[in-house]
């Protein structure tokens, strides 16, 4: 006895589809690398301003200050780690 056109296409559809599962990237979790900074203070004096950033996940502290008033000339910052 022979098998029928219809089981012999729904074997080939499994099969393809089994082979298909095979060459298909796997699903991966994203990962959510942006820093969560929170701003927690800021000062200016003259033509200096300053602003400090508080990370809480990693306790880590961010300082920065810009010079030059309305036409900024520079940022530097600076990071530390709270105990």
Same mark, same amino acid.
Not at 28 to 41: E, N, T, V
């Given at each position: 006895?022979?098998?029928?056109?219809?089981?012999?296409?729904?074997?080939?559809?499994?099969?393809?589809?089994?082979?298909?599962?095979?060459?298909?990237?796997?699903?991966?979790? *994203?990962?959510?690398?942006?820093?969560?900074?929170?701003?927690?203070?800021?000062?200016?004096? $003259?033509?200096?301003?300053?602003?400090?950033?508080?990370?809480?996940?990693?306790?880590?502290?961010?300082?920065? *200050?810009?010079? $030059?008033?309305?036409?900024?000339?520079?940022?530097?910052?600076?990071?530390?780690?709270?105990?």
């Amino acid at each position: 006895m022979t098998p029928s056109l219809p089981r012999l296409s729904v074997a080939a559809a499994v099969l393809a589809l089994a082979g298909s599962a095979v060459f298909m990237p796997s699903a991966r979790s *994203q990962i959510h690398a942006a820093p969560s900074l929170l701003p927690i203070g800021v000062a200016s004096s $003259g033509n200096a301003s300053t602003v400090w950033f508080h990370e809480p996940s990693s306790g880590k502290v961010v300082a920065c *200050q810009s010079t $030059g008033g309305n036409a900024l000339t520079g940022v530097q910052c600076a990071v530390g780690k709270l105990p």
